[in-house]
């Protein structure tokens, strides 16, 4: 039997053939993997090249604005350039004015040394007429500082009114008409003060403070004072002594204005002892504050009361304001 003989080339040939198999499909691959990657990379390059455009708009946006802005400025200012140019042109013409003014005074010199010799013998008798005028009106003053009888040339007023159901029914007119009056007397000061007799403020946020005098301050305090009843103990001296005692300064010249018409505490030396002790006097023997008072005749005027707490009212306001630099003014009628 003849025997088949087999080619050396054979296994070669298949295996080279696996081999150029093998490496075209790791290409093909490599091609397939590589087209993969791509859409994710092209997307992120869109995402970013729109981030990149909106910025750049913002970008436009900003300089637009400005540059709007840096117009209207440009604009101002072209304008004020052209207002400052019309006024340096005004200035330049006034100036030459005066300066041809100028010129002709200079031609003009005797007149003016003998206008100037009249102007000043003319002020040297003014300046003697004023000051004859300051002495006349210096005594003026001191005439005029007495409104009533009543010093008037305190800084700061305090009003301590009584309260009191008598006064509330009988004489609150007549004391409203009155305090008007004083108010009047002292046109303008530097602070005013309200309570009543019981100490007790009007105004509690100014208590301890200074009220501000103000035309609208007083007409407040007149219409306030209408239907201010509060409770009273018909006495003053509570309201007096705290009124010293808050507001007494050396550097202020203070007056306190009490409006009553009874006393019904128990001794009048004790009080006057006690507004001694507070309201000290200095070395010429002024106070620190002027007491002055007005009494109303209430317990005088209605009929089935006792007047002995009205005259003791008067008695005792009367030593206290001679005592401390004041007036007692005590009213005969509630007409």
């Excluded at 101002?76 to 400052?84: N, P, V």
């Excluded at 007083?218 to 239907?227: D, G, H």
């Excluded at 200095?282 to 089935?304: K, Q, T």
């Excluded at 004041?326 to 509630?334: C, E, P, Q």
């Amino acid at each position: 039997m003849r025997r088949r003989r087999h080619s050396g080339f054979e296994g070669f040939n298949l295996s080279f053939l696996d081999v150029i198999c093998c490496g075209f499909g790791a290409i093909v691959l490599l091609l397939v993997l590589s087209k993969i990657g791509e859409p994710g990379a092209i997307e992120q390059s869109r995402i970013d090249l729109d981030a990149l455009i909106r910025r750049l708009q913002e970008e436009i946006f900003e300089i637009r604005g400005e540059t709007a802005i840096f117009n209207r400025n440009l604009v101002s200012r072209q304008e004020q350039l052209s207002k400052e140019n019309e006024k340096i042109a005004r200035l330049r013409g006034d100036l030459s004015r005066i300066q041809g003014e100028f010129s002709a005074s200079s031609q003009e010199s005797e007149v003016s040394d003998i206008i100037e010799g009249r102007l000043l013998s003319a002020q040297q008798e003014l300046s003697q007429e004023m000051l004859r005028l300051q002495e006349q009106s210096a005594t003026r003053r001191v005439d005029e500082q007495l409104v009533g009888g009543i010093p008037v040339d305190s800084e700061y007023i305090i009003f301590v009114i009584d309260t009191s159901g008598s006064m509330f029914t009988y004489a609150w007119p007549v004391m409203l008409k009155k305090m008007t009056q004083v108010l009047d007397a002292y046109p303008q000061v530097k602070g005013l003060q309200v309570m009543n007799d019981m100490g007790q403020y009007m105004f509690p946020r100014y208590a301890g403070k200074w009220i501000p005098d103000t035309p609208g301050r007083r007409k407040v305090i007149i219409s306030n004072l209408r239907t201010w009843s509060v409770f009273s103990n018909s006495s003053p001296v509570e309201g007096i002594t705290r009124a010293i005692r808050m507001f007494a300064a050396p550097d202020k010249r203070i007056s306190i204005y009490v409006f009553g018409d009874e006393f019904t505490g128990q001794s009048i030396d004790k009080v006057v002892s006690t507004v001694d002790r507070i309201n000290k006097q200095d070395a010429e023997g002024n106070r620190l504050v002027r007491i002055h008072a007005i009494g109303f005749p209430v317990m005088f005027s209605v009929g089935g009361v006792s007047n002995n707490t009205g005259v003791r009212f008067a008695t005792l306001m009367r030593i206290l304001c001679r005592r401390n630099g004041g007036t007692f003014v005590g009213l005969n009628s509630l007409r």
